[in-house]
């Protein structure tokens, strides 16, 4: 059911894990299937680029894989940048997420969202 790149970001998410003191905190969740996700942004205040992301997210393979994804995507991204990654920007690089999961690349699009508008 799941490729290699995805097993390979839900095994050994390098994301994974809460960051000391952040500048934002992100959240999105999806009641019908239990997904809970926090992203932690660290966002230089001159530059406005995101310099550490790190994730906490219940759920399944493809919601961890997909918040892996999206935090190497956004790393080191201006603020402007990071608001343009889509669903489908996470699902590609993850070779593409089965169907019935690709609300999992959704719900990590709108936690990174979440946190930039929080900031902002």
């Keep these: ?28 969740g999806n009641p019908r299937c239990g997904d809970l996700l926090t992203l932690y942004l660290k966002i230089d205040e001159k530059s406005r680029r995101i310099k550490g992301i790190k ?21 080191g991204k201006t603020l402007e940048q990071a608001l343009k990654i889509g669903f489908q920007d996470v ?17 990590v699009t709108e936690a990174l969202k979440d946190a930039i508008n929080k900031y902002k």
Excluded: R, W
């Design 91 to 107: 699902s590609d690089e993850l070779g593409t997420l089965p169907p019935l999961k690709i609300h999992c690349a959704q719900l």
């Design 1 to 28: 059911m799941y490729n290699k790149q995805i097993m390979q970001h839900f095994t050994n998410p390098k994301f994974f894990g809460k960051i000391n003191n952040p500048d934002v905190i992100g959240k999105a």
């Design 55 to 75: 994730f906490e997210t219940l759920g399944c393979a493809s919601a961890i894989a997909s918040s892996d994804m999206i935090c190497k995507l956004a790393k």
